[in-house]
């Protein structure tokens, strides 16, 4: 019964998640959904230490409703720096 109540509560986008932001690596992660806030503040203390165990640093918990369409979403502005710092060099071009 609880695993449809979840059910209709992420369809809805009623149900909880816990969200995790690092700075290192500088992601956002998604863990859920719970049907409580109680629920699911009371799993985030193992996402929290799978992540430290991971090499994760800066750690922060947010439990909120949501109804998150990726799971791990990482930082796309690290990816665009590193990207405009490489210049493509083509066959035939001078540099």
């Known amino acids: ?5 979840i059910q209709i509560l992420q ?3 009623l149900a909880f998640w816990v969200e995790i932001t ?13 049907l409580s806030k109680k629920d699911a503040e009371a799993a985030q203390g193992g996402y929290v ?6 090499g994760a640093q800066s750690i922060a918990v947010t439990v909120k409703r949501c109804k998150p369409t990726n799971l791990t979403i ?12 490489q210049i493509p060099t083509f066959s035939g071009q001078l540099s």
Do not use: A, H, W
């Open 1 to 5: 019964m609880k695993e449809v109540l």
């Open 22 to 34: 690092t700075k290192t690596p500088q992601c956002t992660y998604y863990f859920g959904p719970f």
């Open 49 to 54: 230490e799978d992540l430290e165990n991971e």
């Open 11 to 13: 369809f809805l986008g």
């Open 74 to 85: 990482f930082d796309e502005e690290v990816g665009e720096m590193i990207e405009s710092r």
